[in-house]
């Protein structure tokens, strides 16, 4: 069983920055894909970004390439999010994901664990 905790969401004006964090529980953090996904009001949760267990692979959604940053520090048991150069488009419940896994993945489905969610807030 893995518990994860996302923080370090907030309101944040167009082109500022923000990191989310996401605090795993349990000793095999290290054995997991990690994935961020969002939902903005009224629209399906959609992929952000995701990494693989060592770090090596990363994979982002295109509106977001060169903006966000995924990474981890597994001796944290934390995966973290940059992002910069922050949009009104951003807008959205951040949530992180887990899944066993030693490849990457961007399907929602195949994550095991999920956070409650973090709101980021982006104004005009």
């Known amino acids: 069983q893995v518990q994860l905790v996302e923080s370090g969401g907030g309101l944040v004006q167009a082109g500022g920055s923000l990191r989310l964090s996401c605090a795993a529980s349990?000793?095999?953090?290290?054995?997991?894909?990690m994935g961020w996904f969002r939902q903005a009001p009224g629209k399906e949760r959609e992929f952000v970004a995701t990494i693989s267990w060592s770090g090596d692979n990363t994979y982002y959604t295109d509106s977001v390439k060169g903006r966000f940053t995924i990474s981890r520090d597994n001796a944290k048991n934390t995966v973290y999010l940059q992002m910069n150069s922050l949009k009104p488009e951003d807008t959205a419940v951040y949530y992180c994901a887990a899944v066993r896994a030693t490849g990457i993945s961007i399907i929602s489905s195949w994550y095991d664990y999920w956070g409650q969610g973090t709101q980021v807030t982006v104004s005009s």
């Open positions: 349990g000793r095999t953090f290290s054995s997991y894909a």
